[in-house]
């Protein structure tokens, strides 16, 4: 991480134009090449900036930073108060306090945040095959099983498709569809669900964790 603290105009030229006259502001340079040029306020966001990939060349007083899209932001510095420099090291990323058997008792509550009008027939549905973690009903009375992870990866579709194929061999059930919810699905698991005809839902847990049951409990 490179933190410079300038006088500064900056200009861009890209999908459109845009200018910031001269002023002091802190310049940010991530290790991915991201740059993003701040005013003291406004929060986190950025007055301009430029994501990865991008290709930074430093002259005297101007840094060019152009990307392969064609954007150019020039960045023309007239008076440098810092400049700072921070080895960071690879972050472990943020994390919740949300595991899988609290976001599927949340949902178990109120499955209707998974789709409009899901109600909940079984939490832990035993089949020969493990149990399903929740089987549904929509208010057509269709039945959809849902198979539920913190992170969505191809082997969980591949596990939610076992069930459904299991569980579409039973009469009075079937048939049965899949949803299959996550906090964040990796993109090929989401192109592998929707190939087989399961829905993805990505879980907000902040938002989720708000909900509050319906249903009348002994404690």
């Known amino acids: 991480m490179r ?27 991530k290790s991915d090449g991201c740059v993003a040029i701040h005013a003291d306020g406004g929060a986190y966001k ?4 430029m994501n990865a990939p991008n290709t930074l060349i430093e002259e005297e007083d101007v840094w060019r930073v152009s990307n392969p899209k064609g954007e150019i932001l020039t960045i023309t510095l007239h008076e ?8 960071m090291g690879v972050d472990p990323g943020l994390q919740k306090d949300g595991v899988e058997a609290h976001i599927q008792e949340l949902l178990a509550d109120d499955p209707s945040f998974l789709m409009e009008g899901l109600e909940l027939v079984k939490r832990e549905y035993p ?11 929509t208010s057509k009375g269709e039945t959809i099983a849902v198979e539920i992870k913190r992170r969505g990866e191809i082997d969980g579709v ?11 061999r039973d009469p009075l059930i079937k048939p049965v569809k899949g949803i299959f919810a996550a906090q964040e699905i990796r993109p090929q698991a989401k192109v592998l669900a929707e190939d087989r005809g399961i829905k993805c839902v990505v879980v907000d847990y902040d938002e989720i964790r708000g909900i509050e049951s319906n249903h009348l409990r002994l404690f």
Do not use: K
């Open 3 to 29: 933190l410079v603290i300038a006088r500064c105009t900056v200009d861009y030229e890209g999908r459109l134009t845009a200018h910031l006259p001269e002023s002091t502001r802190l310049i940010m340079v």
């Open 46 to 49: 950025p007055l301009n900036w």
């Open 80 to 87: 440098v108060f810092s400049d700072f420099s921070q080895e």
């Open 127 to 137: 089949t020969d095959l493990g149990p399903v973690d929740l089987l549904c009903r």
């Open 158 to 168: 591949e596990q939610l498709t076992r069930y459904l194929e299991f569980l579409n």
